[in-house]
């Protein structure tokens, strides 16, 4: 109906998606009814939000670097290629996050910044779900690092909005 074309011109304005039946092939809509399990009605109310909140948050269809400057400054994240399983591969060092100096909007978007990166980089030949991995070092970590807000943040755009993606984590 007219809720599903709103959402699909959304995702593809922002830049989820690159044509509105995108939203339609199976690999998506199964991601987003495995992430709801299996409820349609819920995720169908998802997809509409999340795409909602992707026009909102990317409505260029990505962020500008200029919007996250200071966060890239601190040169603590690092996609370094692929795995064996096509999963895009992405190291975070939490010794050069500085919780007390951050700016909670400025993080959430510089994390979808990644997270979309992180996405393009899978090889779909070997990975088409497109699940990636996360290497979070914890080497060095002090009290000046730890932020609990962030962490928060960060799983709940994984759960909201980056559905099904995160296919391995190792701390």
């Not at 959304?10 to 992430?35: F, K």
């Not at 996609?79 to 939490?94: N, P, W």
């Amino acid at each position: 109906g007219k809720d599903a074309k709103t959402a699909a011109a959304h995702l593809t304005q922002g830049g989820e998606i690159s044509r509105p039946e995108e939203m339609l092939e199976d690999e998506y809509l199964r991601r987003w009814l495995r992430a709801r399990n299996w409820e349609v009605d819920v995720a169908a109310r998802c997809i509409v939000s999340h795409a909602e909140w992707r026009v909102g948050m990317m409505p260029n269809g990505c962020i500008p670097a200029a919007d996250i400057a200071n966060e890239l400054a601190t040169e603590k994240t690092y996609l370094l290629g692929t795995d064996k399983d096509g999963r895009a591969v992405l190291l975070i060092q939490a010794r050069k996050h500085g919780a007390w100096s951050r700016k909670l909007d400025e993080l959430e978007r510089y994390c979808c910044y990644l997270l979309d990166a992180a996405v393009a980089a899978c090889d779909a030949a070997r990975n088409p779900r497109r699940h990636i991995a996360v290497i979070l070092d914890l080497t060095d970590m002090g009290m000046s690092n730890m932020d609990v807000q962030a962490v928060q943040a960060l799983f709940k755009l994984l759960g909201a909005h980056y559905v099904e993606r995160l296919g391995q984590m190792v701390m």
